[in-house]
């Protein structure tokens, strides 16, 4: 509850103008996109306040976002979902295909959200639990460095990982599949233990708990006190490259799945609970100090978090703030002239995310997702097809458009120098670390903005991907000699850039291969 409150605490402080302004850290221009997708954010920020009878019948305002490759539109997807801390899935429409079709479902993408959910909950409540898990961590470690010889040290047999019981084969028709699942085989069999053996590891167990009540001799003090000395040595790092040997979980094999036909992330989202239930065995590894540190400190925050109100707080947070961007949407647009082959199939791609996107509730193994409230933002260039050439139903589903501009001289020139991390700062400070100091002058930098509008301009424009191409060439031979040549300090001067790049720039056939 306390997360739940950090969270809605953060959301509610994020005004449309300082969205915006925080899209500005990052994004050079595209005002229309950053304004919509800013009211979209808010609008859910606002509906989470409402009673909960009306909030149910308030549906995000998808949004289509339309313009040229590289002009910000999954940048600013990307940005808004680590501002808010929602879980976010970026997507390719073209990945996916109609039922009936060899290829994934467009259910896939709700699963593979939810699972972005639950990681980004459980990475959360394990950071909550660190001094915890580091302190149950260095208790464990210490145990294997210094074992108590006052207990009876009887070592506890490691049973193997459960043993597959085949059960033999069945196949599931299409009349009873529902049309999910073609012509499918399965080989199914059942992990089982060998009870003896667990049965044996009991009594050694009871065995081990009786001899730690016998004895608290003069000697508990001497151990207690080396135990103390050791503790010293790990927090100082001297024990980090000893070797040390632990036992680590092994996964359970699952059943041999045998399938013929389409997907099959339905039935895989079933069986998927089979090794956890089951458990597995452990298998013996040896490791330096600090591995060892490393891995008992993963186990222990694991044994900390409970999976289950991970999952409920995954699924709450992806159904009221998860963002699905859906890119290269216009590939699976029609033209009304064209029928047949590949757009009968695209066709249906559109039919099947529609009901994604209208609400529907999706069977995940963390349990049922429903999208009713989850936004999705598409995007594409639409440069051969146009939004009209979707199906009505889905156009209706995406009510908020916005175009983006294309990118120029002067939007080439910002993001070269003013966003956080802007391109001439990574490549200055990549250099640094092998002592190799890059000094651009501002001549320069206005120079290769120029550059990349007019190669934009002569071959396929590619947005601010251009630049990187650009820089690319410009500092390959700096790149490659950095190690050798440091230290050493270099200006980038527009002679220096002509140098390089004008040849390249003037010869167009040239160029298409290069930049």
Do not use: C
């Not at 359970?252 to 799945?257: A, E, G, N, V």
């Not at 908020?400 to 501009?405: A, N, P, S």
């Not at 700062?425 to 651009?440: D, I, P």
Request: aromatic share 4%.
């Amino acid at each position: 509850m306390n997360e739940n409150k950090q969270i809605n605490e953060k959301l509610n402080k994020l005004t449309p103008k300082e969205i915006v302004g925080e899209l500005d850290k990052y994004i050079v221009g595209q005002k229309k996109a950053k304004r919509a997708v800013a009211v979209a954010l808010r609008n859910r920020i606002r509906r989470l306040k409402l009673e909960p009878e009306l909030r149910e019948d308030i549906a995000p305002k998808n949004i289509l976002m339309i313009g040229p490759t590289g002009v910000g539109k999954t940048e600013i997807a990307r940005r808004l979902a680590k501002l808010t801390g929602s879980p976010f899935l970026k997507v390719e429409a073209t990945k996916y295909t109609e039922v009936g079709y060899v290829g994934r479902d467009v259910e896939s993408m709700v699963r593979d959200l939810m699972a972005a959910g639950f990681q980004m909950v459980k990475q959360e409540m394990q950071e909550s639990v660190t001094q915890e898990a580091e302190r149950r961590a260095e208790e464990a470690l210490l145990d294997l460095l210094l074992p108590n010889n006052n207990k009876k040290q009887k070592e506890k047999k490691q049973r193997p990982g459960p043993v597959v019981r085949p059960m033999g084969t069945f196949s599931i028709s299409p009349e009873n599949s529902n049309g999910s699942i073609i012509g499918t085989t399965l080989q199914v069999g059942i992990p089982v233990f060998n009870k003896k053996e667990e049965i044996e590891d009991q009594n050694d167990e009871r065995m081990t708990e009786d001899s730690e009540t016998e004895g608290n001799g003069p000697n508990d003090d001497k151990f207690k006190a080396t135990r103390e000395k050791l503790r010293d040595m790990l927090h100082e790092g001297k024990l980090d490259d000893r070797p040390v040997e632990l036992y680590v979980d092994q996964n359970p094999q699952l059943p041999t799945i045998e399938m013929m036909g389409a997907s099959m992330e339905d039935l895989e989202s079933s069986l998927s609970g089979i090794a956890g239930f089951f458990g597995g065995g452990k298998k013996k590894k040896v490791v330096s100090v600090a591995r060892a540190k490393e891995i008992l400190k993963a186990e222990e925050a694991e044994k900390l978090v409970d999976r289950d109100r991970v999952s409920d707080e995954a699924r709450q947070r992806v159904e009221e703030t998860g963002i699905i961007f859906i890119d290269e949407i216009d590939k699976i647009a029609v033209k009304g002239d064209r029928g047949g082959g590949h757009d009968v199939s695209r066709e249906g791609v559109q039919r099947d995310i529609l009901p994604i996107v209208e609400g529907a509730t999706v069977n995940t193994k963390w349990g049922p997702v429903n999208t009713d409230h989850i936004l999705f933002i598409a995007a594409g260039a639409f440069n051969i097809s146009k939004p009209s050439d979707l199906i009505p139903e889905l156009q209706g589903r995406f009510p908020l458009r916005v175009e983006l501009d294309s990118l120029g001289k002067e939007d080439f020139l910002r993001i070269l120098t003013e966003p956080k991390n802007a391109l001439i700062k990574q490549y200055t400070e990549l250099l640094a670390t092998e002592n190799v100091k890059l000094n651009f002058t501002n001549e320069a930098i206005e120079h290769l903005a120029a550059l990349a509008a007019e190669v934009n301009s002569k071959l396929e424009n590619i947005g601010a991907r251009r630049l990187h191409t650009i820089m690319e060439t410009l500092l390959e031979e700096l790149s490659f000699e950095a190690s050798d040549i440091a230290p050493a300090n270099i200006d980038i001067t527009v002679d220096y850039v002509n140098e390089k790049l004008a040849e390249i720039v003037k010869d167009q056939d040239l160029g298409r291969y290069i930049l």
